[in-house]
């Protein structure tokens, strides 16, 4: 059916040409529907309720939905005259941006020593420096001493203070839009610009994080995309050395990476940061299959002579459409095993490539049809693809095969050894380049300020016993200076601030219970919203404790540092486990990537065993599908091994490349066995078949592993770290790969002599 489908192509090329544009056309046009995704929602773990305890969380104390505007005085302290009357203009500034409904600053927190008050007075005033009720005297001293704000809203100095604008919604499941956020943060930015003269100002917060992501990712997508294109051009050229050979394999892999993005953008699909790089992977795909295309195609010219083009290009077509099948069948298979991952964003990763490795192959038998049946190519003779480099490997890998197979045994024990390092990183500063504004900001803000990125502790069924049990809240505030302690926490809040606040005014003691609810149920509601409404719940009766991770931490391990709040919080204050529940942005990406890991490590072995079954239907024979599968092995294993011996975590990014690395392999593993069982039958010489397979199969495999690897390389130049090790890891995984498909696979069919039928 396939054949005849072929030789209908190559029959009728312009009522082909016809219902091709048709298609293609129709996916252009959902190319304005295409989006980006980088809130916590994407990222979310499939059947986990961690989410929904966020969103819950969020709901009942308030969102986390906040950027944060870093105000640093070039000129004496935040406190100065002129220094307030610069902070309430930036305030009202802001307060004039459409999407903004409050800000937070100390123009406007509660005082409560400035004068000093006492619990009956806490209960009927609010005192802040904007109404003017405070004593300008005494708030230095009790912003550098209060637990509310010393080291959170104000440094240390008095030189840095805090403006935050909330973005949460009613629900705070009603995330503020990609293109809404960008447009507010651009204004932020444009409004903050104007008193540049006057202080130093950084922009942070989890919203800013993400808009900056999607702005990398498009950057990447955008810019780099044109770079990698050019870059595969400069390859092809050098090549093929004919315009025709370049300008068709980079004109059909960008309408596939096109079509591709205009078809996710119909299905509804939103691109995330774990799907960022399908682009260039849809690219490389298509690319790939289009060389493998050319280069036999050349090779019948030159071997044969007095034939038609439309002979050639059937031929062509005919004896490479299995093979190539067969890499879509067992590439599919590789990324299908993304699906077993509990986020939904890898499951929907592995779909759209699945999606997208078929619609590489399609177009480019297609295209290839249509475009060699209508422009034909010359009848004179091509260059003949044979390498130095080919030849000599072929060499090294009949005469020498012993070394190459130590040599790849060394390697291998290495990079076991680097897989037993291998981590995973969830520090969203360490995704920018020190250069970065959003560094910047984040850096300053966690040294100055307390830090950005929340974990949140809640406790269930608790809130009303902690007003009437003074033990209670003696354990609260022995958990809460145990937080304070450790090195990598910045700042911690919770009710056991408030309670500080509370000592201070009843002459350096505990109030007691009476007290507590006396100023619990008279405070002012402004008040009660910034010092107990964040941290305990009545309604749900739920206690809260927010602790801010200095994300500049360089020895931080954030999945051990929950697992060892987690175990003092059982051991050592003796809360059950069911009592208490980690969440925040700082838990959920967490969770996120400690489920990547685990997935991805478990699933390995189980893919192989898929991609084995497969060879066993495709090459039916165990010895010759056993052999396909061992090379392949090597690459996911080399860059993992690499990644844990250079200390470099698993990200966001990063987390998927075994799954491309095997694609990529066993890729090439089938089109080395399939030129090779086809030379075998010319006379039965393995070793013969090897060279003859290198010189024909082989400079596909080259071609395509150096050009896709230079065209990946390109992401270097990103100012997104995660992009940059997808780059560096992906080209080592392409030559690696190409390495052990032209070395060990060779070697390996020499030396067994499998039954090839």
Known sequence: MLNSILNFLTKKPILSLLAFLVIISSSFFQIQHFSLDASSESLSLDGDNNLELYFDTQDTFGSDESLVISYTAKKGTVLSKEQLAYLRSLRNDLLNINGISSVISILDVSLFQSPPLSLVELASDVYTIDNGKADQNLVAKEFQNSPL???NIVSADLKTTALLVPLATDDPRDIIDDDSLKQLIK???TTMGQYQNNATLYLGGVPMIRNDVIDFIKSDL?????????????MLSLFFYKVRWVLMPIAISIIGALFMTGLISAIGWKVTVISANFFSLLLV?????????????????NQQTGISNDEITRRTLNEMLRPCLYTVVTTIAAFASLTASHVQPVIDFGLMMSIGVTVAFVLSFVSFAIVMTLFPTSQTSHKTEKFYVLQKLAIATDKGGKKILLGIALVSAIAVFGLSKLSVENSFINYFKKDTEIYQGLNFIDKELGGTIPLEIVFNDLASAYWAD??????FHDVHQYLDSIPSIGKVLSIDTFMQVLKESNDGKAPNGFLLMLGKNNMPEFAKSQVLQPHISDETDQIRIIARVKETTTDLDRNQLIIDIKKELVE????SEDEFYFTGTFSLYNNLLQSLFSSQIKTIFSVFTIIFMLFLIVFRSISTALIAVIPNIIPSLIILGLMGLARIPLDIMTITIAAIAIGIGIDNAIHYISRFKSELLVDADFEASMYRAHNSIGVSMFYTAATVAIGFLVLILSNFIPS?????????AMLSAVFVNLTLLPKLLIFFKPKMN
């Open 149 to 151: 704000y010393a080291n």
């Open 187 to 189: 204004e932020i930015r």
């Open 222 to 234: 955008i810019i780099f995309s044109l770079a990698v294109v050019l870059a595969m051009s400069l």
């Open 285 to 301: 795909m298509t690319l790939s299959v289009i060389i493998h295309l050319v280069v036999r195609y050349r090779e019948i010219l």
């Open 470 to 475: 003074s033990s209670l809240r003696e354990d």
């Open 572 to 575: 050592r204050f003796y809360f």
């Open 724 to 732: 940059i090790f997808f780059g560096i890891f992906m080209a080592i």
